[in-house]
């Protein structure tokens, strides 16, 4: 069954750094998503991504942010000038975008970024 | 905004029947979806509401009441690998890429 896969699954960084994450979404898939996740938190929703532009944003999406699809496969959440909070789970996602709305997502297993 | 209430952990016997309960306050509601997460893990979709009442999967049903903002998730004949954290979820609206809001989540601890 075709997955998503995220890239690295452990990210160690000193504070103020940049960091890339990194994701392959499932090939025929149209709509993609990063979500974080703060040990022993619910999952939060960051950004979702259609058609080469930002869908939809939260609050947590702010300038320190960004999304990328550099080429026909990968999908990238850069983050600038990391804090100690950024530590958490980063869930890649992606959905078919095709046929009826609402369609189940796809979850990556997860980059663990940790801030030091 | 959106919120959503599950309880934070429920114990049942293997091979028993559970349920978990969601409550939700949107201020559009465009359908109740139901993830699992082992710990460690990535969120799988287990199943999704968009319409009042009960949807089977296997062992796993999910039911919704739009009229009292309500759902849960039904899981029979208990396995110790659905030991888990179960979550519900609301879409943010009927759109295209609509991110997904989530519960907390509900610590499902199964005993032998």
């Known amino acids: 069954e075709p997955e998503v896969t995220q890239t690295p699954s452990h990210q160690v960084t000193q504070m103020g750094q940049e960091v890339i994450l990194r994701c392959v979404p499932i090939?025929?898939?149209?709509?993609f998503y990063w979500y974080r996740q703060i040990l022993g938190q619910k999952v939060e929703f960051l950004v979702s991504?259609?058609?080469?532009?930002?869908?939809?944003k939260s609050e947590i999406f702010d300038d320190q942010f960004s999304v990328e699809r550099p080429d026909g496969s990968n999908f990238t959440l850069k983050i600038r000038s990391t804090k100690l909070e950024d530590s958490a789970m980063y869930f890649c996602?992606?959905?078919?975008?095709?046929?009826?709305?609402?369609?189940?997502?796809?979850f990556g297993d997860g980059t663990r970024l940790s801030i030091l | 905004g959106q919120s959503l209430e599950q309880p934070s952990e429920v114990t049942a016997v293997e091979g028993a029947i559970v349920q978990i309960n969601c409550t939700y306050q949107t201020s559009g509601f465009y359908g109740l979806s139901w993830y699992q997460q082992h710990d460690g893990g990535a969120p799988t979709f287990l199943s999704y509401n968009a319409l009042d009442g009960l949807e089977e999967t296997g062992r796993f049903s999910s039911f919704l009441s739009r009229s009292d903002s309500y759902g849960y998730l039904l899981l029979q004949e208990l396995q110790m690998k659905d030991s888990a954290s179960y979550f519900c979820?609301?879409?943010?609206?009927?759109?295209?890429?609509?991110?997904?809001?989530f519960g907390k989540g509900t610590h499902l601890i199964i005993q032998p």
């Open positions: 979820a609301v879409f943010h609206s009927g759109g295209g890429a609509d991110g997904l809001t």
């Open positions: 090939s025929n898939h149209l709509y």
């Open positions: 996602a992606s959905s078919p975008g095709q046929g009826t709305r609402n369609q189940p997502q796809h």
């Open positions: 991504f259609y058609n080469n532009e930002i869908s939809e």
